[in-house]
T-cell receptor
């Protein structure tokens, strides 16, 4: 039972263009969402989060959008840079102070120079 | 602060052997987590500690797995009688219970059971 789904295993984008990574969830109890970035041979690194009381959160080139009715969130990276090439994981939990996150399977982003 | 440190980085073991991994969290973090990641999957929750107390174990954690966090500092994850299906990346993470900014992960220990 995959509660957090990232249906695109990979994505290629030209440098300078927008990257859009998508994530869907099934559990309506989830109310806190995070994106992690993972480079090879390293652990995942926290990127950005959003609470269900918001529909958008922005941090520099990274923006996360949340559509609660559709149980869908997306990560926008503008402009994309070659250093953004990594695997991106979406994760969800029932509260921001929770101990357990459910991760998606990840999307491998490749930014082409 | 050097972040979350995991040792060893790689471990190759024969089926049936026991292995132990160590995690040193960020010193002021009171929560410590173990996750497992297999190829093509996201990290899956195994267990977590608040200080020295182990508060939850996933059903993924069979009786062959045991984790400890003596004195609420570093943690160890032991796998007894390893099986080929145990081959995975074992990730440790830590956090402060009060913050909502997710975890800080270590670089993981890659286990290969041959």
């Amino acid at each position: 039972d995959q509660q957090v789904k990232q249906n695109s295993p990979s994505l290629s984008v030209q440098e300078g263009r927008i990257s859009i990574l998508n994530c869907d969830y099934t559990n309506s109890m989830f109310d806190y969402f995070l994106w992690y970035k993972k480079y090879p041979a390293e652990g995942p690194t926290f990127l950005i989060s959003i609470s269900s009381i918001k529909d958008k959160n922005e941090d520099g080139r990274f923006t996360v959008f949340l559509n609660k009715s559709a149980k869908h969130l997306s990560l926008h990276i503008v402009p994309s840079q070659p250093g953004d090439s990594a695997v991106y994981f979406c994760a969800a939990s029932a509260s921001p102070g929770t101990y357990k996150y459910i991760f998606g399977t990840g999307t491998r982003l490749k930014v082409l120079a | 602060d050097t972040g979350v440190s995991q040792n060893p980085r790689h471990k190759i073991t024969k089926r049936g052997q026991n292995v132990t991994f160590r995690c040193d969290p960020i010193s002021e973090h009171n929560r410590l987590y173990w996750y497992r990641q297999t190829l093509g999957q996201g990290p899956e929750f195994l267990t977590y500690f608040q200080n020295e107390a182990q508060l939850e174990k996933s059903r993924l954690l069979s009786d062959r797995f045991s984790a400890e966090r003596p004195k609420g500092s570093f943690s160890t994850l032991e796998i007894q009688r390893t099986e080929q299906g145990d081959s995975a990346m074992y990730l440790c993470a830590s956090s402060l219970a009060e913050t909502g900014n997710g975890y800080t992960f270590g670089s993981g220990t890659r286990l290969t059971v041959v």
